[in-house]
C-alpha cells in the first residue's frame, strides 16, 4: 500500500515519518520551501525544524503525483481540506483524515466534507493524543483509527502501525472526530487558566466539565460515549490542555494574560485549529439545544465580545447543578 501524506505542516511531516518507515511515502506540501528544504536537508526547517527526516520521503508540490498512492493521510487545516481534495487528481480507495476540526461554512465534520469531495473513497479518522514532536522523534504513542468497515481499517493498521506507534481500531468515526474538533477549544480554554493564573484545581474542573460538554454535543451528534471517553476524546483532552506544546493551548495562555486574539494570531503560520472550530462549534450546539457554556465562553474571548474577567465570573455564577453529563 503506497501512503501519500497531503500537508507537509508538523503533522503531515510527522506521519510521513512514520509511513516511511514501510516504504516509500509521498509528501504534499503547499509550500514550496517545505518541498525544498525536504529534499535538500531533509529537514521540514519551516514547520518540524531539528528532525531529521527519513529518505523514503519524497516531497512534492504536484498534487497529481498522489495518483500513485493507494491511501492519502489528509493532514490540510481543517478549513482548507474540501479546497484541497478537490484539486487533488481523482480519489484513492482510502482518505484517513487526520486534521482536527469542523468545516465552518458548512457545520460538517471532516468526514462528511471527505464522503462530498471523495466520492467512492472509503474515509476513515485517525486520532489522538499525538503531538508531531514527540512522534517524529519515536516516543510511544497510542491512537484511534475509526472506519466503517474493519478489514479496510486492518490493512491501513498493518501498512502503519509500529511497536511505538500503537493504532486502536473502532468502527465510530464521527466519535473519532468529536473528540479531536472538541478539545482544541477547551485547550484554549485551558490555556486561559493557566495564563491568568487561576490554578491546578480550576484547570482540572475545566478539563472534567470541558468532557461533559464534548460527551453532550458527541452523543447528540451520534458518537459512543466509549469513543470520547477514549484516545481521540479525553485522551487527547488531557494531552493538549496540559502543555504549551499545544498550539491552541499556548494561545489561550495568551488571551489569559490579557493579550488579544487578534493579535496572537497574527502573522502566525501553524494553526490553531481551537480558534476556528469555536465559533461553528457554539452555533451546532445552540441550534441543536446543546448546553457547551465553556465553549461559548472561548468563542466570545476570541471574538472579543467579552474579556477573561467577563466569561470567568459567567461561568462560576451559573446554577449548581447535579454533576451528571
Ligand atoms: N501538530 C500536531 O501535533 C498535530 C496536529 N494535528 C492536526 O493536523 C492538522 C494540520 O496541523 P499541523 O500539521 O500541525 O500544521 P502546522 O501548524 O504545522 O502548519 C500549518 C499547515 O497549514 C497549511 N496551510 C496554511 N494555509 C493553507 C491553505 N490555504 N491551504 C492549505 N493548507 C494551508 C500549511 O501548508 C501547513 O501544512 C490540524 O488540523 C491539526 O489540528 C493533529 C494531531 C497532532
Ligand atoms: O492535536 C494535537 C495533539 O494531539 C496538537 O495540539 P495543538 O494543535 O493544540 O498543538
Redesign the pocket.
Given at each position: 500500500m503506497k501512503i501519500g501524506v497531503i500537508?507537509?505542516?508538523?503533522?503531515?511531516t510527522?506521519l510521513a515519518q512514520v509511513a516511511s518507515q514501510g516504504g516509500e511515502t509521498l509528501l504534499w506540501?503547499?509550500?514550496l520551501e517545505v518541498a525544498a528544504s525536504i529534499a535538500a536537508t531533509r529537514e521540514n526547517t519551516l514547520?518540524l525544524p531539528g528532525v531529521p527526516l527519513s529518505e523514503a520521503i519524497r516531497p512534492t508540490t504536484d498534487l497529481a503525483d498522489l495518483s500513485e498512492c493507494d491511501a492519502w493521510l489528509v493532514?490540510?487545516?481543517?478549513q482548507?481540506m474540501r479546497?484541497?481534495l478537490e484539486a487533488a487528481p481523482g480519489c484513492p480507495g482510502a482518505l484517513l483524515l487526520?486534521?482536527?476540526?469542523i468545516e465552518e461554512a458548512s457545520g460538517q465534520l471532516l468526514h462528511q466534507v471527505a464522503r462530498e469531495a471523495c466520492p467512492g473513497a472509503s474515509v476513515m479518522v485517525l486520532s489522538g493524543p499525538?503531538?508531531?514532536h514527540e512522534v517524529a522523534a519515536g516516543l510511544p504513542t497510542a491512537l484511534t483509527l475509526a472506519a466503517e468497515i474493519e478489514a479496510e481499517a486492518e490493512a491501513v493498521r498493518t501498512r502503519l502501525a509500529r511497536p511505538a506507534f500503537r493504532i486502536y481500531l473502532s468502527d465510530d468515526v464521527a466519535g473519532a472526530e468529536v473528540g479531536?474538533a472538541v478539545k482544541?477549544v477547551l485547550a484554549i480554554a485551558c490555556g486561559v487558566v493557566e495564563g491568568r493564573g487561576l490554578g491546578q484545581n480550576a484547570r482540572a474542573a475545566l478539563i472534567a466539565r470541558g468532557f461533559a460538554e464534548m460527551t453532550r454535543f458527541g452523543l447528540a451528534r451520534g458518537a459512543r460515549a466509549e469513543t470520547l471517553a477514549g484516545l481521540s476524546g479525553l485522551g487527547d483532552l488531557v494531552l493538549t490542555c496540559s502543555s504549551t506544546s499545544s498550539?491552541n493551548f499556548s494561545l489561550g495562555k495568551g488571551l489569559g494574560e490579557g493579550r488579544q486574539a487578534a493579535e496572537l494570531m497574527a502573522d502566525r503560520?501553524?494553526?490553531a485549529?481551537g480558534a476556528f472550530t469555536a465559533p461553528v462549534l457554539r452555533r451546532l450546539a445552540e441550534a441543536e439545544g446543546v448546553e457547551m457554556p465553556i465553549v461559548a465562553a472561548v468563542d466570545d474571548l476570541l471574538a472579543g465580545r467579552a474579556d477573561v474577567d467577563a466569561v470567568l465570573g459567567r461561568l462560576l455564577s451559573r446554577p449548581l447543578r447535579p454533576e451528571r453529563t
Open positions: 500537508g507537509g505542516g508538523a503533522w503531515g510527522a506540501s503547499r509550500e514547520f493532514v490540510t487545516p481543517a482548507h479546497r484541497v487526520c486534521s482536527k476540526g499525538t503531538f508531531a479531536g482544541n498550539r503560520r501553524t494553526v485549529e
